[in-house]
Nanobody, 124 residues
């Protein structure tokens, strides 16, 4: 069974930084595309960033390009989301997710496993 556990959320002021981590159980982590999504109150869950299991490509939502960086450490079964220059509109519950096939990294419906989420609050 694959389990994902996020950590690193919290409350920061506008312009601050946070680094989210997601530890994945299961032997096949290195073959998964990993993604981060977020859901703000009253809004639908949206794509934030994704990183395939192989290669150097990474994918970002336009709203976070240049401020967020996704990375992974396959030896530690961990994916990270470094967030800088945070804005109040970044406030949301952030979820990490694992996609076995990795065919459509932008689509939440392609992801097979999800974490419970971690709250990020950016105060103005």
């Amino acid at each position: 069974q694959v389990q994902l556990v996020e950590s690193g959320g919290g409350t920061v002021q506008t312009g601050g930084s946070l680094r989210l981590s997601c530890v994945v159980s299961g032997r096949a982590f290195s073959t998964y595309t990993m993604g981060w999504f977020r859901q703000a109150p009253g809004k639908e869950r949206e794509f934030v960033a994704a990183i395939p299991w192989i290669g150097s490509n990474t994918y970002y939502a336009d709203s976070v390009k240049g401020r967020f960086t996704i990375s992974r450490d396959n030896a530690k079964n961990t994916v990270y989301l470094q967030m800088i220059s945070l804005k109040p509109e970044d406030t949301a519950v952030y979820y990490c997710a694992a996609d076995v096939l990795g065919s459509k990294p932008f689509s939440q419906y392609e992801y097979d496993y999800w974490g419970q989420g971690t709250q990020v609050t950016v105060s103005s």
